[in-house]
Every structure is written in structure tokens, then in C-alpha cells.
């Protein structure tokens, strides 16, 4: 059995062996990939070029539309490439680089939607005090902690996974290069490490759930109280989007982590994996403009 310091190279796992089949794989992998590639795109360029959208909101939503743009450039053009060529492999290098930047990316954006949460708390909530506590600068700084800390976990998990010896030879049970399937391969307790790190960012994840749940509370509690209905539905329309892309997010990847190890299958990590990080870019963009009206006037005069 190979060990970690003489792999060359990992090898992925398949959609499928028949050749059809992947061609028909590339095909609609293609298919998503452009249509995240422009949603994101559109939301960039839209809330970049339009004045009316430089507030918090939509500087936060930006910042969500990057990370999600580059945790499904991570994954999925890898996943095309091998379909169209019939490839499995992946080098060692460019699995270390990939699960950096997915787990880098991920975390990331679960800060972004925590911290959205607290923006729509306070826009909501605390109305008078909004402009003081989300002034540019404090944005700024928010977003910039958001992105260090994923980037700070990213680092100490891949650099914890990949210190841990391999001998279980080199198939990774999963279309890309995943955490818990990097550690299958370990033939030693060393792997405890990083058990034990993941342990503490699923507290600390499960700490912004429990913010996120209670600033929803605290604001869907505010918006019953508005007396007029147009205010209420333009308070709904603000932040039902971000409660939807956060369930679809937490609910995929609670479920990929927790689910019993009876259910456990190579099809259904797979169908999970889908689901938790290539729908969720894909389907963002829709989500937020479909009952965002600025958006919507923002988007429609940047394809005129």
C-alpha cells in the first residue's frame, strides 16, 4: 500500500463509466456552470455599477456572489475535465489546492450569511442606530474577518489532513477532494487531529446557526408589528431570499454530516456533495432577485 510521502496523485469518483453518460455528465455540468458563472456574474457587475445598491446589503450580497463563484470554479470544471477525457485522477498538489480553497470558500460563506443575518437584524430591528453600526468602514472590516477566517480554518484543515499518513491507498470516494473522505485513507489514530478540529468548527458553526435563528426571531417578531402591509412585504422581501439560500445551505450540509452511517453510500455522498456545493451557487443568484425589486431594476438596466 502506497503511503502519503509516495502519492502522486488521488483518483476521484466517477458519475458514471459509461461513456454517454459522462458526455451527457459534461454536458449539464457545463450547463450549471455557466449558469452560476453568469447569475454571479450579473450580481457583481450589477451592484459594482449601480449607486443605489452601495449599502451594506448588497455589499454583503457581493461579497456572497465571489465566494460563490469561486467554491463552484473549484469543484466543478475538475469534474468536467475528467468527464470529458474519461479521467479519474487528480494530482496530489491539486487536491491539496482544491480542498484548501473549498473548505476556504465554504467557511466563508457561512460567515457572510451570518453576518447578513445580523445586517438584516439591525436594518430591521434597530433602524435608527443602522447607519452609525454599518457605516462603510465597519463593513469593510466584517467582510474582511469573514474571509480570514475562512481562510485561516482552510489552512489549519488541509494542512492537518495532509499531515496524516495514507496507506489505504489513493481512491477518494468522492467527486472531489473532500475532508472526510481524504481521511478514510489513514491507516493511524493521527487522523483524531483533525476529527477533533472539525469537532470545533461544527461548534463554532453551530454557534452561528443558533445567531442566525434568534436574529430571525428577533426580526420576523419586529416585522408583524408593522402596521402597514407594503411594510411588512418590503421587510419580507429583504429577508426572506437570505433565510432561503441559508437553509438550503445548512439543511444540505447538516445532513451530509450527520446522516447515519446506514445511509452511507458512495450515490448518495455524491447526490449530497451536489447539493450542498454546486446548487447552492447556482441558485443564489435566483433567489435574490427574484422579490429584490432594486436588484431586479439593477440587473434589467445592465442587460439593456
Known amino acids: 500500500m502506497p503511503n502519503s510521502s509516495s502519492l502522486s496523485e488521488f483518483l476521484l469518483l466517477a458519475f458514471t463509466d459509461t461513456r454517454e453518460l459522462q458526455l451527457l455528465h459534461f454536458l449539464l455540468f457545463m450547463g450549471i456552470y455557466l449558469a452560476a458563472l453568469l447569475g454571479n456574474g450579473l450580481i457583481i457587475t450589477a451592484i459594482a455599477c449601480d449607486h443605489r445598491l452601495h449599502t451594506p446589503m448588497y455589499f454583503f450580497l457581493l461579497n456572497l456572489s465571489l465566494l460563490d463563484f469561486g467554491t463552484i470554479s473549484v469543484i466543478v470544471p475538475k469534474s468536467m475535465s475528467n468527464s470529458l477525457w474519461d479521467a479519474k485522477s487528480i494530482s496530489y498538489l491539486g487536491c491539496v ?32 442606530n443602522y447607519g452609525t453600526v454599518m457605516d462603510s468602514r465597519a463593513c469593510v472590516k466584517i467582510a474582511v474577518a469573514a474571509w480570514a477566517s475562512g481562510f485561516l480554518s482552510a489552512f489549519m484543515h488541509t494542512a492537518n489532513t ?122 443564489n443568484p435566483l433567489i435574490y432577485s427574484m422579490r429584490n425589486k432594486e436588484l431586479k431594476d439593477a440587473l434589467k438596466k445592465l442587460v439593456q
Open 97 to 128: 489546492v482544491q480542498l484548501f480553497f473549498i473548505v476556504f470558500f465554504i467557511l466563508a460563506e457561512y460567515s457572510i450569511l451570518t453576518v447578513m443575518a445580523y445586517d438584516r437584524y439591525i436594518a430591521i430591528c434597530k433602524p435608527l
Open 162 to 283: 495532509f499531515s496524516i499518513p495514507l496507506c489505504r491507498g489513493n481512491t477518494v470516494d468522492q467527486f472531489f477532494c473532500e475532508i472526510p473522505q481524504i481521511l478514510k485513507l489513514s491507516c493511524s489514530d493521527s487522523y483524531l487531529r483533525e476529527v477533533g478540529l472539525i469537532a470545533v468548527t461544527a461548534c463554532l458553526g453551530f454557534g452561528c446557526f443558533i445567531f442566525i435563528v434568534l436574529s430571525y426571531v428577533q426580526i420576523f417578531t419586529a416585522v408583524l408589528r408593522i402596521p402597514s402591509e407594503q411594510g411588512r412585504n418590503k421587510a419580507f422581501s429583504m429577508c426572506l431570499p437570505h433565510l432561503a439560500v441559508v437553509s438550503l445551505f445548512l439543511s444540505t450540509v447538516i445532513f451530509a454530516c450527520l446522516k447515519p452511517p446506514s445511509l452511507s453510500s458512495p450515490t448518495l455522498d455524491l447526490v449530497l456533495a451536489v447539493l450542498y456545493a454546486v446548487a447552492p451557487p447556482t441558485v
